[in-house]
Nanobody, 123 residues
Framework: QVQLVESGGGLVQAGGSLRLSCAAS????????MGWFRQAPGKEREFVAAISWGGGTGGYAPSVKGRFTISRDNAKNTVYLQMNSLKPEDTAVYYC????????????????WGQGTQVTVSS
């Protein structure tokens, strides 16, 4: 059974930083593209960042590029999202997801999802 468990969310002031973690189990982690998505109240789930199997390729939504960094540790079956210079508009539930594709940036390409972790940025 595949499990993705996010952690690291919380309340932070604008301009602050948070680091999200997602621990995966029940899958061959190194052969899954890993992604982060977020969903704000009343809005659709949106792509935030993705990282390829070996970590050599990363991609970001324009709204977070230059502020967020995705990374992975295949030895620990964990993917991270370092979020710097946070803005109130970054407030959302952040979801970790796994895809069997080498590269994926749309929600429909991801087969497995975590339960989400709340990130709240105050102004």
């Amino acid at each position: 059974q595949v499990q993705l468990v996010e952690s690291g969310g919380g309340l932070v002031q604008a301009g602050g930083s948070l680091r999200l973690s997602c621990a995966a189990s029940g899958l061959t982690f190194s052969r899954h593209c890993m992604g982060w998505f977020r969903q704000a109240p009343g809005k659709e789930r949106e792509f935030v960042a993705a990282i390829s199997w070996g970590g050599g390729t990363g991609g970001y939504a324009p709204s977070v590029k230059g502020r967020f960094t995705i990374s992975r540790d295949n030895a620990k079956n964990t993917v991270y999202l370092q979020m710097n210079s946070l803005k109130p508009e970054d407030t959302a539930v952040y979801y970790c997801a796994a895809s069997t594709l080498r590269w994926a940036i749309t929600a429909g390409q991801y087969a497995y999802w975590g339960q989400g972790t709340q990130v709240t940025v105050s102004s």
